[in-house]
């Protein structure tokens, strides 16, 4: 047999390791959004904990390894040949999907990407063989794929996203009504049964069933030989037991213990049903080419009937997988983005939401509305009024804490999440069911969410929409990975060693760009001058603050407005491009801060109240700069898209005039602002009396120039706009240098 195929196995097990670090880095989303959310341990014990289960969950996932050999083609229809190029566009196909999402911050379903890559490589393979022998037809494709097994498969997966939604929020219903959001201070006896309940769900169906599927010898054959009803009430005692003395004598938090074996188990649960995600496709390659091995026969003649049997999984290479994937957790900078979505959707409290609402989104909030109306009607007075006060908030604290510190939500829906998608995965596990653990961890998270009313009518619009959004990603995630798959298997059968070669390399350099990517963008992120919260109680303390971010706003609206008109007038979309994603960029940062007023004047000092209306002031006037220079980039933009005509020379000489002085005003205002030499702004005010005067100057020669020349009506219409604009921008400018000099003025007079 030809050598090829050996450095085929070298390739796929490179490519196996690179998909267990692309996998993890999405999937880890799973198992830490309800630790991290909560806040309930720190971040260290968290990936520790996290570690161990992964570990565990390795040496459980070898009955998982099946899915990939024989739960989606039928081997038996296929030669040793064919089934390598199958393996091969699998595996090419999926490291660039999963990195792909990884990139944009989006969690995605790894068990998804891998069926239906799977089923595209063996469709297109199967549609080869079909126009290859003459008494075949498309009908017969049936013959090469395990339909049956295949359409269970994918009917799970799509079924899971509805039964998790439905569970967690069923389950987190329950226990809110039996905790309230007021848990501390129900009985220790409710916390108690909570804990025993939970705690035997996550003991049977994570460390019973994740080691019954384990080789371990005699532990393996004592879960085996249990009686379930037995082992589930011998647990529960057991657990109960432990809860209440946990709760009682040792007077510690019950939820953390439940949230620590939560992720334990979800960790777990995650590495025994998707390592198959991962390896399953190189170990059936290598399972493979040692039974073609001792055949002796050509490559195009050995039938791979035998991958359809029962084959024993090799421990030391699963645990090898494990020991990747811990390492993964640990050093990937990409999981962080793909948890933040997650948390971020889920979180109780309203704030600055990622993403927009959209028509569907408002629709469906606005039915679901109307429907809840109608169950009200329905739903006896005093059962509503009962059910409303379980639901009722805690008492706000005196200082509320910045949104940012705040935990996403608290430690009885982070101990719900966990318990429910254990559950459900585990179950899956233990059927040999490639249950997507995205799709659960996720619908169950929303479950929740809305079961404790998290998506309320200032924020339910922005999270269905993201959850939309997640969701339509999925689907993209089906349709890419098996198209791409099913052209990745003609290349390779088209192409040979040659087009895999090709397609490795093709994978590597888009590898090594997205890396490349990411890490410009960690090092711009940590770069740019963001703005910050206010955090001070004082209006002296406001004025120092604030004034820090004046001066980053000043100088980012120097670049931003320099190098729009410089792109307008070099007609060079590139640079008006990031100008405005820049301006809008910055937008975005003062709107955060305009979210974040309600905690800073919950925080301030009764008697410093008056700071609350000098802080909002500034924020308006900075919200004003930023609407300036976002219609002047959109405008130039727009301009030079349309390719409409260039500016004349004369305009261009009177904008660059405005452009050098307002760079000077920004550079002179940035350095006092900077050094809160606030002495000094009276020279800002002169020069801004100048400039308006300067700009008035050029809107009038504008004008004779239009009514003397012919001027193109664009060109116009943009010069006017880029004026008036400019002497808005201007404006606001002053009324913050004025402010702070009035402030600043009376808080030097009040010392004295």
Same mark, same amino acid.
């Given at each position: 047999m030809s050598d090829i195929y050996i450095y085929m196995l070298i390739i796929l097990a490179g490519l196996a390791i690179t998909d267990l670090v692309v996998g993890v880095s999405n999937d880890a989303v799973n198992f830490l959004n309800s630790a991290i959310g909560s806040k309930a341990i720190s971040f260290k014990t968290i990936m520790i904990i996290a570690s161990i289960g992964i570990a565990f969950g390795a040496i459980s996932s070898s009955g998982m390894m099946e899915v990939a050999r024989k739960g989606i083609f039928n081997p038996g229809e296929f030669f040793f040949d064919e089934v390598m190029i199958i393996f091969m566009a699998v595996m090419i196909t999926d490291i660039l999907l999963l990195d792909f999402f990884?990139?944009?911050?989006?969690?995605?379903?790894?068990?998804?990407?891998?069926?239906?890559?799977?089923?595209?490589?063996?469709?297109?393979?199967?549609?080869?063989?079909?126009?290859?022998?003459?008494?075949?037809?498309?009908?017969?494709?049936?013959?090469?794929?395990?339909?049956?097994?295949?359409?269970?498969?994918?009917?799970g997966i799509l079924l899971s996203v509805v039964v998790a939604f439905i569970i967690g929020g069923l389950v987190q219903f329950f226990s809110r009504l039996l905790l309230t959001f007021d848990f501390r201070n129900r009985p220790n006896y409710l916390a108690a049964l909570f804990g025993g309940f939970s705690l035997t769900s996550l003991f049977y169906f994570i460390i019973f069933k994740g080691l019954k599927g384990a080789d371990l010898g005699f532990v393996t054959e004592f879960l085996t030989s249990t009686d379930v009803y037995t082992f589930i009430g011998v647990s529960f005692i057991f657990w109960s037991i432990i809860s209440f003395i946990y709760v009682f004598a040792l007077k510690l938090d019950i939820y953390k213990l439940i949230i620590i074996l939560g992720t334990f188990g979800l960790a777990m649960a995650f590495a025994g049903n998707d390592l198959v995600n991962f390896i399953g496709v190189p170990i059936g390659a290598y399972q493979a080419w040692e039974f073609a091995e001792g055949t002796g026969l050509k490559a195009s003649e050995i039938n791979m009937s035998f991958l359809g049997e029962k084959l024993p999984s090799n421990k030391w290479l699963l645990v090898a997988a494990g020991l990747i994937m811990v390492a993964t957790l640990w050093f990937s900078s990409k999981a962080?983005?793909?948890?933040k979505t997650s948390v971020d959707l889920a979180r109780q409290d309203s704030g600055t939401e990622r993403f927009q609402s959209n028509f569907l989104s408002r629709l469906l909030v606005r039915y679901s509305l109307l429907a809840a109306e109608g169950i009200e009607r329905i739903v006896p007075e005093r059962t509503a009024n009962y059910i409303s006060s379980r639901f009722e908030k805690a008492p706000a604290p005196a200082i509320v804490p910045k949104h940012a510190d705040k935990p996403a939500f608290d430690y009885v829906r982070a101990s719900v999440n966990l318990m429910v998608a254990s559950i459900l995965i585990s179950v899956a596990t233990s059927y040999k069911l490639p249950l997507s653990t995205t799709y659960v961890t996720f619908m169950v998270a929303m479950g929740t969410s809305l079961a404790d009313k998290a998506w309320g009518t200032e924020s339910a619009v922005y999270r269905i929409a993201g959850v939309l959004n997640v969701i339509g990603g999925w689907f993209f995630t089906a349709f890419s990975a098996f198209t791409a798959a099913a052209l990745f298997a003609y290349i390779i059968y088209i192409g040979g060693m040659y087009a895999v070669v090709g397609l490795v390399v093709l994978a590597v350099l888009l590898l090594i760009r997205s890396f490349i990517g990411h890490k410009k963008s960690q090092k711009k992120q940590e770069e740019t001058e963001e703005l910050k919260k206010a955090e001070s109680?004082?209006?002296?303390?406001?004025?120092?603050?604030?004034?820090?971010?004046?001066?980053?706003?000043?100088?980012?609206?120097?670049?931003?407005?320099?190098?729009?008109?410089?792109?307008?007038?070099?007609?060079?979309?590139?640079?008006?491009? +990031?100008?405005? #994603?820049?301006? @809008?960029?910055?937008?975005?940062? !003062?709107?955060?801060?305009? &979210?974040?007023?309600?905690?800073?004047?919950?925080?301030?000092?009764?008697?410093?109240?008056?700071?609350?209306?000098?802080?909002?002031?500034?924020?308006?006037?900075?919200?004003?700069?930023?609407?300036?220079?976002?219609?002047?980039?959109?405008?130039?933009?727009?301009?030079?898209?349309?390719?409409?005509?260039?500016?004349?020379? +004369?305009?261009? #000489?009177?904008? @660059?005039?405005?452009?050098?002085? !307002?760079?000077?005003?920004? &550079?002179?205002?940035?350095?006092?602002?900077?050094?809160?030499?606030?002495n000094s702004l009276e020279t800002i005010i002169l020069e801004k009396r100048q400039l308006i005067e300067l700009v008035n100057e050029k809107i009038d020669k504008q004008v004779h120039r239009t009514k003397d020349d012919e001027e193109s009506p664009k060109n116009t219409t943009l010069y006017f706009s880029l004026l008036l604009e400019t002497r808005d921008l201007m404006n606001q400018t002053i009324h913050i240098v004025e402010q702070y000099y009035r402030e600043f003025d009376a808080s030097d007079r009040n010392l004295m």
């Open positions: 990884n990139s944009l911050g989006l969690p995605t379903s790894t068990t998804v990407s891998i069926v239906f890559e799977l089923l595209g490589a063996a469709v297109c393979m199967s549609v080869i063989k079909i126009n290859q022998n003459d008494g075949d037809t498309i009908l017969n494709l049936g013959k090469y794929i395990a339909t049956d097994t295949a359409i269970d498969i994918i009917l962080q983005a793909v948890v109680k004082t209006i002296q303390g406001i004025i120092n603050e604030s004034s820090d971010n004046v001066a980053t706003v000043f100088k980012r609206s120097k670049r931003i407005y320099k190098n729009t008109l410089d792109g307008l007038i070099a007609q060079d979309l590139t640079i008006l491009k +990031t100008s405005k #994603k820049e301006s @809008k960029k910055l937008s975005g940062e !003062i709107d955060v801060l305009r &979210d974040n007023i309600y905690f800073f004047i919950k925080n301030l000092d009764e008697k410093n109240l008056g700071a609350s209306k000098f802080y909002i002031e500034v924020l308006g006037n900075l919200q004003d700069i930023s609407q300036s220079l976002d219609y002047i980039a959109k405008s130039s933009n727009k301009h030079i898209s349309n390719n409409h005509k260039s500016l004349k020379f +004369t305009q261009i #000489k009177d904008l @660059k005039e405005i452009i050098l002085r !307002i760079h000077e005003i920004f &550079d002179d205002a940035q350095e006092i602002f900077t050094t809160k030499d606030f």
